[in-house]
């Protein structure tokens, strides 16, 4: 039985690597919807369009030629763009161009029809909410803001890009802030979402808490 994957919680709190391993593990595959919004946000700035113009962004966005491969790579107008989408300027950007209900209307359609056939795990910070209400399995990651901050500090490191811890944490916070005030589906724990405070966890910890609740939920069947 395949079933579907809810990961939800704020900036850099590890939900997209976890949801990464998981998927091999499953055999499922991980869809980053954040990915998703930084390609919008992208597609502004190489269109000149400002972020906060939903109905120009939505007939952009209509126009362009996406792909969203099943191996994360992210394809727009011919161009891969998994880098280009990867800066702090576009982590701000998503956030901000993500406030847009028309935007998050159009994005939502495209993720709910990716997941309708099942075996998706998909991460983001309003799946168990909106996305996927039905989701099998309903997982809310947090971590201390520091401890985000510090592990985002760390990935960057290893892609060789140098950043400031303090710059980095001021940017988690005010993310944090924006995803969870905004008007439409702001960040927030489904109700029957499983809490998991990843702040003294290692990645493997946390991916193999997940797995044995996936194991359980699929022998229920
Ligand atoms: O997961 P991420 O940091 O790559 O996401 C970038 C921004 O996109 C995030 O700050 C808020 C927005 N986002 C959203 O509003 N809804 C989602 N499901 C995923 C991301």
């Known amino acids: 039985m395949k079933i579907n994957i809810a990961i939800d919680g704020p900036s850099a709190a590890g939900k997209s690597s976890v949801a990464d391993t998981l998927a091999k593990r499953l055999g499922y595959i991980h869809l980053d919807t954040g990915a998703m919004y930084r390609m919008v946000a992208y597609l502004c700035k190489v269109k000149d369009i ?18 969203f491969m099943t191996d ?3 394809i727009l107008d011919g161009a891969i763009i998994n880098d280009d989408i990867r800066t702090e300027e576009m982590s701000m950007s998503a956030s901000l161009v993500s406030k847009n209900p028309k ?5 939502v359609s495209i993720q709910q029809d990716i997941a309708k056939d099942k075996g ?3 991460d983001g910070r309003d799946i168990g909410t909106v996305v996927l209400p039905d ?6 990651l947090v971590a201390d803001p520091l401890e985000r901050a510090k592990r985002r500090v760390l990935q960057n490191k290893i892609k060789g890009i140098d950043s400031d811890l303090e710059k ?10 924006q995803d969870s005030n905004r008007k439409t589906s702001p960040l927030k724990k489904a109700q029957d979402a499983i809490l998991i405070d990843t702040s003294d ?21």
Do not use: H, M, N
Not at 56 to 67: F, G, N, Q, T
Not at 135 to 140: L, P
Not at 168 to 177: L, M, N, Q, W
């Open 72 to 74: 994360g790579t992210i």
């Open 120 to 122: 998706y795990i998909l």
């Open 201 to 221: 966890l290692s990645q493997d910890e946390v991916t193999e808490k997940i797995y044995e609740v996936v194991k359980e939920k699929i022998k229920e069947g």
């Open 50 to 67: 400002s972020l906060d113009a939903e109905d120009e962004i939505v007939k952009a966005l209509r126009k362009a030629d996406v792909s």
């Open 135 to 140: 989701a099998e399995i309903k997982i809310y």
């Open 168 to 177: 980095v944490f001021e940017d988690i916070k005010a993310r944090d802030y």
């Open 103 to 107: 935007v998050r209307e159009a994005l």
